[in-house]
């Protein structure tokens, strides 16, 4: 495979390095304000500086599809950080003591709250707090724990049988020292593609949750709303519908490649652990 | 009964068996020698036409008047299981975890013919034979409530089941026990009709064969009767591999080979033998021909 | 075998307890008293302490969880605090639904990705492999109900051949019932197909590099035939794993693919729960859906365990 250039992580990189320009630039600039409501240019057709033409309310499509990145990105790097901040400790732990009475909760829990997608943690946070950017943002990250827990622990077992290990542990050192000096080190790339795969899932969430009104609320721009608000207008203009629904598709694609093309690049003999949520 | 002549395999451009040769008479036992990475279980299996994807083979090999070699899947297939059959090295992988052995066993009569309810009370007669206690309970066991050595007797009963005229084995014993490493070359030397065994110990070949074929880099460099080979061996690899085998007095050093076999494709031209040989000179770099009646060796400087 | 499956059985119904626990727990915390909600902001506090003895929700919270919980176990999911109809028929007038929809996404699903993660390991260096790899990997980047508005587009919209939404019941007209949910079934199942064409693959890839299929062509077999008699059996091992985990996520998908058909099923049900702030119907929805999710679990590694001998 050496030499070969890979295809995974070249197309999964400019993909998801798209989606960062875009929110980048967002900050700065945008074509046109993406939550101005202007009668005026109610569903105007693309061009003259409309590049992909405007909404129901007027609304700037271009504009609010790159806001709408920067929004994707937010969800996915703070539901992707609860969940390695909150699944990878838990995993380690389940994974150096596998016989263990933690472990074994550790696990059981994990299951447990497997059971909980997003969707319904959102719905229930929702009906409590109130939907909105947060309440998906948490629903994500905690329904994304047990993947990164499994994960983690079956590296780190893995790892736990490995020579320098067993030497380390003969030469009497702690478990937090072996879990931060070598499990950690050895099961980062492992953790890195499933951050990658989980920022994927993740922006699925969170997409489905704007569809249904449980994710970030108006004004703000995001892809799933957008294509919730063009649903009723799919007989007249569909191409309200495409455009957000496509900027979705390639997001995913663009983390799920780059997961592959990580994996394969990090280390080929790891392509086998992989968690299938 | 067996004729192999100037077989060929190679995988993309690296060509990994060149031009062998060797025939087996019905009934006779040859061994095949050589250290991994010589050949020798590619021989094999271009024989059997069970080459991994990607890797193919040229050449002439014959059973009886059956083309092996060059003939579409189609026709080999039926002779692979009936006409010769083969025991692989690792038994522990080498049975479907899912079935149970009797199925199992029963598999290769049924493919070729046979009747299922005939085919199921011969698998328990097969278990028998190759000495396996409680055959009517083993039969419905599954693989893994067998010991490596009992699934390697399995693999031997689905090899025998159709009588094969060549049964081809490729180191049966390596990833046994060695206390049952022994009953099982007995029971291999007492079944088989006619036999090519391919192994790197001496040892078993001696217990095992009555002519030998020495591989190296993918070409036959010695042949001959097993006594001559093991008491005058010609070829200077051969010297060398006989040489680090016999029993040393305590206190003197193993002889053994300097280097190492280097990887397919980086063998040198000419002897494939000559980098490591410490006989080696300028007329090694042309290749030796297999040659003498007999007891056959390919090198330019034998021993004596 | 039998101890497994009382062992399995014990810890489905204590995940199941502790899941009841959760969601009840869960919705108790919600700010605000659903006799206040119902009563609005003008009633007077005899009002509503009355209506809260009516709901019951003056008693301690173990005392109500218990007479949840006890009611869940006869199907009794109590009496909804806003419209005062009981949950539990509701509820299983929308199961059967829901049931239909996900069952019949995941056959879409089966039927496309058995045979095309197959092929697509046995033809694995041909580009027509390839293609379908590189297919599924898109099909995965497309979320159900995505899937769903283009299915519209293109039936609905511009050819005209089926309708964009709306159910009927079968007892009413089976060819309509059939053609209300094609287009709900294909935007389920192509997703959940292409996740499964992956794994189809590579559960093939790996048993197709597996001894016994070198056995079981050294009896005789060609390529094809041993990898139809040995390898498809051990390959279903792994997918029947992920098969599970599909049908947790199609459940959810479900919930989201009646929004887009209008569909007359659970999660629609529970999004109008959530609308109209109907906290008991809410948690009787998310404690079955949960219920239904540890079932699926318990269902596959069942079946895994009867697949596999070594297991037994």
């Known amino acids: 495979m050496r030499g070969r250039p890979n295809l995974a992580l070249l197309t999964g990189g400019t993909l998801v390095g798209l989606v960062v320009l875009a929110a980048a630039v967002s900050f700065f600039w945008t074509p046109h304000d993406p939550t101005l409501v202007d009668a005026a240019r109610k569903l105007r057709e693309p061009g003259g500086g409309y590049l992909l033409g405007a909404d129901k309310f007027g609304r700037d499509t271009f504009s609010q599809l790159m806001v709408g990145a920067r929004t994707t990105l937010y969800v996915g790097v703070v539901a992707v950080g609860i969940a390695a901040v909150v699944g990878t400790p838990l995993g380690v732990v389940a994974g150096m003591t596998p016989r263990g009475w933690l472990s074994e909760l550790i696990m059981r829990v994990n299951d447990l709250v497997f059971a909980f997608p997003a969707l319904l943690l959102a719905v229930m946070l929702g009906a409590v707090y109130g939907p909105g950017t947060l309440t998906a943002m948490i629903a994500i990250g905690v329904a994304t724990v047990p993947a990164f827990a499994r994960v983690a622990r079956a590296a780190t077992l893995q790892v736990m049988v490995t020579d320098y290990i067993l030497a380390a542990r003969a030469a009497g050192r702690r478990r937090p020292a072996i879990a931060v000096r070598h499990v950690l080190p050895n099961i980062g790339s492992v953790l890195i593609v499933q951050a990658s795969v989980s920022f994927a899932i993740a922006i699925l969430a969170e997409a489905a949750l704007s569809f249904l009104g449980f994710g970030t609320r108006p004004p703000i721009p995001s892809w799933g709303r957008m294509l919730q608000e063009s649903q009723e207008l799919l007989f007249s203009t569909p191409r309200l519908a495409l455009w957000p629904g496509l900027a979705i598709a390639l997001a995913v694609l663009g983390f799920n490649l780059l997961g592959d093309g990580l994996r394969d690049h990090l280390d080929p003999k790891l392509r086998r652990i992989r968690a299938d949520g | ?304 | 075998m039998i101890l497994y499956l009382v062992k399995r059985l014990a810890v489905l119904l204590a995940s199941t307890v502790v899941a009841a626990v959760a969601v009840f727990a869960f919705m108790a915390l919600l700010p605000g008293d659903p006799a206040e909600i119902a009563l609005g902001v003008n009633a007077t506090p005899e009002a509503v302490a009355d209506l809260r003895h009516r709901f019951g929700t003056d008693r301690p919270p173990a005392v109500q969880f218990l007479d949840w919980f006890g009611g869940l176990v006869q199907g009794d999911f109590g009496t909804s605090y806003v419209t005062s109809a009981p949950i539990g028929p509701q509820i299983s007038d929308r199961l059967g639904v829901t049931a239909v929809l996900v069952l019949g996404g995941m056959a879409v699903a089966l039927v496309l990705a058995v045979p095309l993660g197959t092929f697509a390991a046995v033809h694995h260096r041909d580009p027509l492999g390839a293609a379908i790899s590189a297919a599924s990997q898109v099909g995965i980047a497309v979320p159900a109900f995505l899937a769903g508005i283009l299915l519209v587009f293109v039936f609905a919209v511009q050819a005209q051949v089926l309708p964009s939404g709306g159910y009927v019941p079968i007892a009413d007209d089976p060819g309509e019932w059939l053609r209300g949910l094609l287009l709900p079934w294909l935007s389920l199942g192509l997703v959940q197909g292409a996740v499964l064409t992956r794994y189809v693959r590579s559960a093939v890839l790996d048993v197709m590099r597996e001894d016994y299929l070198r056995t079981a062509r050294a009896k005789g077999r060609g390529r094809t035939g041993a990898l139809w008699r040995h390898g498809l059996r051990n390959a279903s091992v792994p997918v029947v794993t992920v098969l599970g985990l599909q049908l947790a996520t199609l459940l959810i998908g479900a919930v989201v693919v009646e929004r887009v058909f209008v569909i007359p099923g659970l999660g629609d049900l529970l999004l109008n729960g959530v609308a109209g702030r109907d906290l008991l119907l809410v948690q009787g929805v998310v404690m079955v859906l949960v219920a239904a999710v540890l079932l699926i679990n318990f269902v596959v590694d069942v079946t895994y365990h009867l697949l596999d001998p070594r297991l037994r």
């Open chain 2, 1 to 304: 009964m067996l004729t192999v002549e100037g077989l060929h395999v190679r995988a993309d451009a690296v060509e990994l068996v060149h031009d062998v040769s060797f025939t087996i008479a019905p009934g006779e036992r040859v061994g095949l020698i050589g250290e991994s990475g010589s050949g020798k279980s590619l021989t094999a299996l271009s024989l059997m036409g069970l080459l991994p994807e990607g890797v193919t083979a040229s050449g002439r090999a014959r059973l009886g008047e059956r083309d092996l070699v060059g003939v579409p899947e189609s026709r080999v297939k039926d002779l692979r299981g009936r006409a010769l059959s083969m025991v692989f090295q690792e038994p522990m992988t080498a049975l479907n975890p899912l079935m149970r052995v009797g199925a199992q066993v029963a598999e290769v009569m049924t493919l070729h013919g046979r009747p299922r309810h005939e085919a199921r009370e011969r698998a328990v007669e097969l278990l028998e034979r190759v000495r396996l206690p409680e055959p009517g309970q083993i039969a419905r066991a599954y693989p893994h409530q067998l010991s490596g050595g009992q699934r390697q007797r399995v693999m031997l009963a689905i090899a025998l089941a159709n009588g094969p005229e060549l049964l081809i084995c490729d180191e049966p014993t390596t990833a046994l026990d060695v206390t049952v490493q022994k009953q099982m070359l007995d029971l291999i030397a007492e079944v088989a009709p006619a036999l090519l065994f391919i192994t790197h110990d001496l040892a078993v070949i001696a217990s095992m064969c009555e002519r030998v074929l020495v591989m190296y880099g993918g070409r036959v460099v010695e042949s001959g009767p097993l006594r001559d080979v093991f008491t005058r061996p010609r070829h200077r690899y051969t010297q060398g591999l006989l040489a680090a085998s016999r029993l040393t007095p305590r206190g003197t050093r193993l002889p053994t080979i300097a280097g190492s076999v280097p990887p397919a494709g980086r063998f040198p031209s000419g002897c494939v033998f000559r980098n490591r040989c410490p006989h080696a000179t300028p007329a090694c770099e042309t290749t030796p021909a297999l040659t003498g009646d007999g007891h056959a060796h390919a090198c330019w400087h034998p021993a004596d």
